[in-house]
C-alpha cells in the first residue's frame, strides 16, 4: 500500500506558477511511474503528466511546454511546476503511483486559476 501527502495548491491568477508536490510512503517509491492527474467540475480525469522509473516523462496535450514533472527518489517526492497557468487549468490534481496492474492515487490538491 502506498499512501501519499499532496501539497501547493491554491488560488493563483493567470499566468502564474505553481509548484505541486506529493511526498509517497513506502521503501519502494523509485520503482513506479509516478504521475499527475487532473478532474475539472463535469469532466474526466485525465493524465497531466508522468515520470518513469528510468525518468521518462510524457505530458498531456494541453501543458505541453508549460508544465514539468521531476522526481526525487531520495525523498519519496513527484513534483509538477505549473507555469502560465491558465483558466482551464482549474481541476483537483491527483497524484498517482503506477506498477503493472496497481496504481494507488492520492486524495487531491485543488488548483484554482482566476483573477
Known amino acids: 500500500q502506498v499512501q501519499f501527502v499532496e501539497s501547493g495548491g491554491g488560488l493563483v491568477q493567470p499566468g502564474g506558477s505553481l509548484r505541486l508536490s506529493c511526498v509517497a510512503s513506502?521503501?519502494?517509491?523509485?520503482?513506479?511511474?509516478m504521475g499527475w492527474y487532473r478532474q475539472a467540475p463535469g469532466k474526466q480525469r485525465e493524465l497531466v503528466a508522468r515520470?518513469?522509473?528510468?525518468?521518462?516523462?510524457n505530458y498531456g496535450d494541453s501543458v505541453k511546454g508549460r508544465f514539468t514533472i521531476s522526481r526525487d527518489n531520495a525523498k519519496n517526492t513527484v513534483y509538477l511546476q505549473m507555469n502560465s497557468l491558465k483558466p482551464d487549468d482549474t481541476a483537483v490534481y491527483y497524484c498517482?503511483?503506477?506498477?503493472?496492474?496497481?496504481?494507488?492515487w492520492g486524495k487531491g490538491t485543488l488548483v484554482t486559476v482566476s483573477s
Open positions: 513506502g521503501s519502494i517509491f523509485s520503482i513506479y511511474t
Open positions: 498517482n503511483a503506477a506498477y503493472g496492474s496497481t496504481n494507488y
Open positions: 515520470i518513469t522509473a528510468s525518468g521518462y516523462e
